[in-house]
């Protein structure tokens, strides 16, 4: 097949080469044969990226089953990337690995390389187009084990899942990294609030508006839990977040609920958040927007014709 394909190169480069286009020009039939054979090409092409990300998804889900596997796996796809590739002597790898033992096989790193792998696997999903319905709940369970586990990944681990995915080792061994553009998706895995503003609440806004309020929950909840793991016996920062960023996520789940789903809903807890934060330092702000959003909706009713109805001929 890729000895066709340099023939086809060879043979349509050539051509171009020969003549000016102006002197021999190209019949339809002829270009409709090109068409055809650039279609012959296209499709090695997309097929070859298929069987990659194949390859791929076993490879990550089998090195994601445990921290043994994925230690493995990660050396081995840097041996790949930064050693095979270079022509470097095995004695330079092993160099290499037993300088590195500690930094990568530790509790924390590894646990943020199996959710690195395992968030592949979702982006690939994502990338080939598996449907939301089905990808949404499977999104929001690995968000919710991130959170469960924020203890285990610590704070290196928690700022490893702060960057891409298509940044990663294995992205870059399975020449991901180019590959995964997703439309309404994070790539950051350890940023759940980018999760469920990029992937989650499109959702729902979209196909499911009616239970947009109970994602939002979910997605506070999340905040809540993290936050409590993170500061378990500081009294500050948990105050703190009762008291500055919970308000925050609430309006704005009210801004949402009153955009896309009830404005009258919408208000009512809105009006509530007003009312029962009086000191927050972003009060202003939400008196700001509420007007715009309740100035927006009346010129949108008054916008719409009021069609009236004709009397009635009573004889």
Same mark, same amino acid.
């Given at each position: 097949?890729?000895?066709?394909?340099?023939?086809?190169?060879?043979?349509?480069?050539?051509?171009?080469?020969?003549?000016?286009?102006?002197?021999?020009?190209?019949?339809?039939?002829?270009?409709?044969?090109?068409?055809?054979?650039?279609?012959?090409?296209?499709?090695?092409?997309?097929? $070859?990226?298929?069987?990659?990300?194949?390859?791929?998804?076993h490879?990550?889900?089998?090195?994601?089953?445990?921290?043994?596997?994925?230690?493995?796996?990660?050396?081995?796809?840097?041996?790949?990337?930064?050693?095979?590739?270079?022509?470097?002597?095995?004695?330079?790898?092993?160099a290499?690995?037993?300088?590195?033992?500690?930094?990568?096989?530790?509790?924390?790193?590894?646990?943020?390389?199996r959710?690195?792998?395992?968030?592949?696997?979702?982006?690939?999903?994502?990338?080939?187009?598996?449907?939301r319905?089905?990808?949404?709940?499977?999104?929001?369970?690995?968000?919710?084990?991130?959170?469960?586990?924020?203890?285990?990944?610590?704070?290196?681990?928690?700022?490893?899942?702060?960057?891409?995915?298509?940044?990663?080792?294995?992205?870059?061994?399975?020449?991901l990294n180019?590959?995964?553009?997703?439309?309404?998706?994070?790539?950051?895995?350890?940023n759940?609030?980018?999760?469920?503003?990029?992937?989650?609440?499109?959702?729902?806004?979209?196909?499911?508006?009616?239970?947009?309020?109970?994602?939002?929950?979910?997605?506070?909840?999340?905040?809540?839990?993290?936050?409590?793991?993170r500061? $378990?016996?500081?009294?500050?920062?948990?105050?703190?977040?009762?008291?500055e960023?919970?308000?925050?996520?609430?309006?704005?789940?009210a801004t949402?609920?009153?955009?896309?789903?009830?404005?009258?809903?919408?208000?009512?807890?809105?009006?509530?958040?007003?009312?029962?934060?009086?000191?927050?330092?972003?009060?202003?702000?939400?008196?700001?927007?509420?007007?715009?959003?309740l100035?927006?909706?009346?010129?949108?009713?008054?916008?719409?014709?009021?069609?009236?109805?004709?009397?009635?001929?009573?004889?």
């Open positions: 097949m890729q000895t066709r394909i340099l023939q086809i190169a060879a043979l349509f480069l050539g051509a171009c080469l020969a003549t000016p286009a102006s002197a021999d020009p190209l019949s339809q039939g002829e270009i409709d044969g090109l068409l055809e054979e650039l279609s012959v090409i296209e499709d090695f092409l997309t097929g $070859e990226r298929v069987s990659l990300r194949t390859s791929a998804v490879a990550f889900e089998a090195a994601s089953s445990s921290d043994k596997a994925a230690y493995e796996f990660y050396v081995q796809c840097h041996k790949t990337l930064n050693f095979d590739a270079k022509d470097s002597s095995f004695s330079e790898f092993r290499w690995r037993e300088k590195n033992e500690d930094k990568i096989n530790n509790k924390e790193n590894l646990a943020a390389i959710f690195q792998l395992q968030y592949l696997v979702l982006t690939m999903k994502a990338a080939e187009g598996v449907k319905e089905t990808l949404i709940p499977e999104l929001e369970n690995f968000v919710t084990d991130i959170v469960a586990n924020t203890e285990n990944l610590g704070g290196m681990g928690m700022r490893t899942l702060r960057d891409s995915v298509k940044s990663t080792i294995f992205a870059e061994a399975y020449k180019k590959s995964l553009e997703v439309d309404n998706w994070s790539f950051e895995p350890g759940f609030g980018g999760v469920y503003d990029q992937s989650v609440f499109p959702f729902f806004r979209k196909e499911a508006p009616e239970a947009l309020s109970a994602a939002w929950d979910r997605r506070i909840n999340l905040e809540k839990q993290s936050v409590i793991v500061y $378990e016996d500081n009294d500050y920062e948990l105050e703190k977040f009762d008291t960023r919970l308000p925050e996520l609430y309006w704005a789940k949402d609920i009153y955009i896309n789903v009830s404005p009258k809903q919408g208000s009512q807890a809105m009006l509530a958040m007003l009312k029962g934060n009086p000191g927050h330092t972003s009060l202003k702000k939400w008196l700001e927007q509420f007007r715009d959003l100035a927006t909706t009346a010129e949108q009713s008054s916008a719409v014709p009021v069609v009236e109805e004709s009397p009635s001929n009573e004889q």
